[in-house]
Each structure stands twice: as C-alpha cells, then as structure tokens.
C-alpha cells in the first residue's frame, strides 16, 4: 500500500466516520413516531465512508497524482500561514485581558510585520496602517452602529 | 384593478423625497454592508430593523428593500477584488470575477458585475410585478419531500462543479452536512455530537463557518511565499486600473441570453421557499458553464461567469419577495426579516394581502424596481473608492480584513464563541483547500443541512414511505437532475472521445419529461411530451449518426 496524501486523508475520513458512527449510538431515542436524531448522521456518514474508501482505492490506483511532499517541505512551504494562525490564537486568547481594541491593534500590526517586514520604513507604515483601520473600524462598530465590542482588563472601553 | 392601476395607486406613497432619501441610505448601506466580507446583508438589514417602528410600513419597507438589493449588489466587490464573497450570494462571481481582477482588468470584471446585477434586479422587478400569481403558485405545490430532494440536486450540482475532483467535491458537501449535525438536532434540540463540550451544544453559525472557511483559506494561502505577499492585488499595474463601463456594458448586454436565464433561475428559486441566492448564483453559473460555448475559460475569468451569478443573485430577491408579499413564506433571512418589519405595523401578508393591501404591496414592487436604478447610480461611486483596494499589497489586505471578519463575525451575535468558530473553521478550510478540496460544497451541505434534516423530519412525519421521494414528481425530477449532474464532469471530459456522450442530452430530455408529464394540468405534461420528442428524435438521429437537420446550432450548444 502507498502511502500518499490522498491515501492519508481517505483513512482519516474513515477513521472520523467510526467514531461519528459510534457516537451516534448515545443519542436519545426518537420520540412520539418522530425521525431519529441519529438517522441523519447516519445518512450522511454511510456514503461519506464509502467516498472515502473509494478515494483510498483511487490514490492507490494513481499514486503518481498525488504529490510526494515530505512533511518538513509541507511545514516550510506553510510557515507564514501558521504563524498567522498562531498570531490569531493569540489574539482570542488575549482578548479578555487586552480587549479587541488592544488587542486588534497588536494582531494586526504583527501580522503586518511576520508577512511584510521588519524593517524600520515597514513597520511605521504598519502602525499607521494598524491605528488607522483597527480604531476606525472599531469606532464604526462601537459608536456608529452600537455594537458592544469585547473590553479588556488593561483598557476598559467598548 | 389592473396592474398599472395598482402601480400607479402606490406610486405616491413611494415617491416622496423622505422615502427617496432613505431608499438612497439603504442602497448605500447595503452597498457596504455587503461589501466587506463578514458583515452580511442580513446584518444590515437587522440593523435596519429598529428603525421601521418610526416610519410608515412603506417608508420602512423601502428601506430595507434598497439595503437587500445594495447588499446583494455590494457583495460582487469584495468578490472580485478579495476573491472572498462579501455574502454566501456572491459565491460564484469570485469564480471567475476574482480571476479577471488578478490578471489585471478588476476594472471589466466590476463593471460587468454591476450591470449583470442591474439587469437581473429590472428583470426581476418585471417579473415580480406580471407574473408573480403563477410563479408563486409553483412554490406551493413544493412539499416537504420537494425541498429535500431540491436539497440534495442543490448538493450535487455543487459538487459537480468540482470537475475531475468531483470524488473530493461530494466529500465536501457530505463534511459540509455533517458539521451542520453538530450542536443541536432540529427535532428534539437535544445536544449532539459534543463529546462533553458544553459551549459546542449551540452549533456552528453558519457566518463564521463561512467566512473562516473562504477568509482564511483564500487569503493566507495567497501570502505563503514573500513575493505573493509584496504583490499588488491589482498587479504592478494598479494605478491604471478604472471600471470601464461602455466596455463591460457592451460585454453585458452582447450576452442577454445569458442575463434572461440566470435573472429567470434567480427568481425561480427565489420563489422556492428556504432556496435564496445561495443557491441560485450557483445554479446560474453551472447553467451559463453548461451552456456556454466557452466553457473551458469558466473558472479563469470568463465574462459569462461574472454575468451568471451577478444577475441571478438579484434576481433571487425579486422570487423571495413573491412569496413573502403573496403568501407571507420567507424565501430566505432577509425576506424573514422583512417580514417581521410588516408585522411591526400590524400588517400580516398572507395569500390575500396583495388584494386587502394593494397599496402597501405594490409599493414594495415599486420599490424593488426603483432600488436596482438607485444601486446603478450609487455603486458607480462606491466602487471608485473600492478599486482603490487593488493598489494595496496583499499582504495588507490580508491582515486587515482578517481583523474586519473577527469583528464583523463577533457583531453578529456579541459571544467571542463565534470567533473561535471562525478560527477553527479557518484552519479546517485552510488545509482541505490545500488537500485539494472545493470549498463552496462544504459551505453549501453547512447552509442546507438544517434545512434537509428539517425536511427530512417532516418527510417521515407524514409517512415512512419512502417511495413518496419517487412518487412526487417535483422529488422526482430533482433527484433525476441530481443525477445527470453528478454524471455530467464526465460527460464534459469524454465528449467526443467516448461514444456515450453522444446520448447524453437526449437522454437527460426523455427522463426529465417523466416527472415533468406526472405533474398537474395541461401545460406541463404537454411540455413533458414536448421534451419527450425531442429527446427521441435526438436519440434516433444520434443512433444513426446524423444530425439533426435544422437543429445543428443548438446540438453544438449543448455539446
């Protein structure tokens, strides 16, 4: 058997339809004559694994379709990416402490500098580009449409 | 009393320089509202919402008509520029408008986008005013096991649209359905699937799913290298970057085929309760791809796949408005709302509102038509300050409305849980869009996997037959369609290189026209012997291997 991208995403499709399946035995029992709450997953699982085994059987048909990336390639060539994600995941994680006010301005200002540079020109045009949008756009939803965005411990404003 | 009567009747009403004005706020509203990715039309209209209680039912109305169509309209502009739909109901245009913007004509790609929607809306409005009785009229005859089966053809029409990926595109729409399993079941309510997260009991909002599935995706995976982050959305060349008008007028109107069936698919399924422009700018675009004699240029900025799904969407909005006006169903979210601003005024539509309330109802007509003219008018200068997006860097663009969309999805419904969900959702869109995955399936089983379950539930309700999904001819005829278009990728790759595809459309005529003959009346089973016939002769001539002697154009066409 190759063990080729496809092939790895068509056991993982499997692996989430045992488990969903299994799961959907612990739902309640359909009441008064009415549909399942189970049916409709079921539904939907049964041909998802059965696509799923078909994609398996077709990524070992045509192994060559499927690129060949090791994993480290896979992580180099999606590092920018992560670190946006990251730098997003920092920004819900703080956001009880630093509020979306502070907190906005600094997501956005370092996913300014991780993409576009660090160098001195950049990042001032990063600040002006991260005051000007997050206070503006904060401004709109806050004093212009109503909208009580999150405050934070530092700088309790909404 | 006639039609031009009634028009005439309720033209006072609207056209007064109060409700002009406001319509000219509400377009301009929609206009932004549906222009940044996030903050939705139906945002804006519940926005709007508060403000009915000081006006009259028509000023009320109005406005948010002219916020429903500027949105609709609105949403084109952060599709062909960002390549991310500013609302589920530009979808399509990012296909091909996004693609006509990177390889340097943003400025074609908006005007074509404008004028499509423009014209879609004055059709609409047209049909909305002539024939809205016997549209809406098709709309009833839908029962709950229709809706389903219309569901699933929705579905698979999608996944279709994959092409050779169609294998990945089913898988899609099926993870799409099954992410919508997850929270709650529409029956009961009771939690499912939470694996013992208690926060994960109220689902996934359909918005935040959206806009993490296309945001994320699509915007970081255009700054994964240095180079494509510094690059100008527009290319090096932004400065020189203006909405040709005359040109993508002519471009527009040179395919009016094209505009009547997309504008005519949009308000049939704006008509069909729960469809919406979601699924009508799809279904316009796959049409327009089928048809097309262009079809290999769809998907890298073809001037029909812009045209398609613009003019449906709008159109959608003139159906939706048929059955909330004559019948008091909401075609979709913001017709819903619309509706919850009659009842404010104690205005309650039912199936006799437009003859008890002739003034009221033929405003919100007028209205309509009057909201496409002001949407021309205004987005000329809304779009002037738009383009001005292409001259940005990529990389900006991207950190900037990443913060936009975490603000506008946490707005929606003030908990941070959304946000989270817009996070994760980023991640999952991010890497199967990287596996190789279409993303608008997904999207699509997300939207309509509570409505199907919904269906479903009412479905075996009334019966546990299940031969009924074969025996209503409206089931019938979109589980047929659903099948040609799973069978259609392959119908488009194998043409005339494998003898089947020889068989295809005659095929697909002589099955259709069977639920289409078990249908009620007179026209439709004529029709369905119509079809018939033609498919016969088709099949007989292809079987011999002739053509058709006068009809060789159209069997080009549709080949």
Partial sequence: MSLNRDAFVAVFFLLLCAVMFVASFDLPPPMFGQMSPALWPRIILVPLALLSVLLLFQSQRNPADNEKTSFSDWIEFNKRPFVCFVLFFLFLVTMPVAGMLLGGLAYVFLTLSVLGGWKPRQLGLHAVISAVFVIGMWAVFTQALGVLLPEGEILRVY | ?559
């Fill in chain 2, 1 to 559: 009393m006639g039609l031009f009567e009634n028009l005439a009747g309720a033209a006072p009403e609207l056209f007064t320089i109060k409700t002009m004005l406001l319509m000219m706020v509400g377009t301009m509203a929609g206009l932004i509202a549906g222009a940044i990715p996030g903050f939705t039309i139906a945002m804006a209209v519940v926005l709007v919402l508060p403000f009915p209680f000081s006006m009259t039912p028509v000023e009320g109305l109005a406005t948010m008509i002219a916020v429903y169509v500027g949105g609709l309209s609105g949403g084109l502009m952060s599709g062909i520029l960002t390549g991310i739909p500013g609302t589920p109901s530009s979808v399509a245009t990012t296909f091909d408008g996004y693609p006509m913007a990177r390889s340097g004509r943003p400025g074609l790609a908006l005007g074509i986008g404008v004028w499509a929607s423009f014209f879609g809306g004055v059709i609409a409005s047209i049909v909305l005013m002539v024939v809205a009785p016997q549209l809406a009229m098709i709309g009833l005859e839908f029962q709950p096991v229709d809706y389903f089966s219309l569901i699933l053809f929705a579905l698979t029409v999608t996944a279709s649209m994959a092409g050779d990926q169609i294998l990945k595109g089913l898988m899609a729409a099926l993870i799409g359905l099954l992410i919508a399993t997850i929270g709650s079941d529409v029956v009961f309510g009771q939690p499912r699937f939470t694996f013992g997260v208690d926060s994960v009991a109220q689902g996934f909002a359909f918005l935040p799913v959206l806009v993490g599935l296309f945001a994320f995706s699509r915007l970081l995976g255009d700054v994964r290298t240095r180079e494509k982050a510094h690059q100008r959305l527009g290319g090096e060349e932004a400065h020189a970057v203006h909405i040709d008008y005359l040109g993508s007028a002519r471009e527009v109107i040179g395919r009016w085929g094209n505009i009547l069936r997309s504008s005519l698919i949009g308000v049939f399924v704006g008509v069909l309760p729960a469809a919406g422009s979601t699924i009508s700018n799809i279904l316009a675009y796959d049409q327009a791809k089928k048809t097309s004699k262009e079809s290999d240029t769809f998907g890298t900025g073809a001037v029909d796949g812009i045209i398609a799904p613009e003019s449906a969407n709008n159109a959608t909005a003139g159906g939706a408005l048929i059955v909330m006006m004559a019948l008091g169903l909401p075609g979709d979210i913001m017709t819903a709302i619309m509706l919850g601003a009659l009842l404010i005024h104690d205005v309650i539509p039912s199936p006799s509102f437009i003859t008890d309330e002739p003034q009221i109802a033929y405003s919100i007509f007028l209205a309509f038509f009057v909201a496409n003219f002001m949407m021309l008018f205004l987005q000329s200068f809304t779009l002037r300050g738009f383009v001005l997006v292409t001259k940005v860097k990529m990389y900006m663009l991207a950190a900037v409305i990443l913060f936009y969309c975490s603000v506008g999805i946490f707005a929606l419904n003030n908990v941070t849980y959304d946000m989270w969900t817009l996070f994760i959702f980023g991640i999952i869109g991010f890497v199967l869009r990287g596996l190789g995955f279409p993303i608008v399936p997904m999207v699509l089983g997300v939207v309509l996997g509570g409505i199907a379950e919904s269906r479903l539930s009412q479905v075996f309700a009334r019966s546990d037959d299940i031969m009924v999904f074969i025996s209503r001819p409206w089931s019938l005829f979109f589980l047929l369609l659903g099948c040609f278009s799973l069978v259609f990728p392959f119908y488009q790759k194998n043409l005339g290189k494998k003898a089947w595809t020889r068989f295809f459309v005659p095929l697909l005529l002589i099955v259709q026209a069977v639920p289409v003959f078990m249908m009620p009346g007179i026209v439709r089973p004529s029709l369905a012997i119509a079809m018939a016939m033609t498919g016969g002769l088709m099949l007989i001539y292809r079987l011999r291997g002739e053509k058709l002697p006068n009809s060789a154009g159209s069997t080009n066409s549709t080949d």
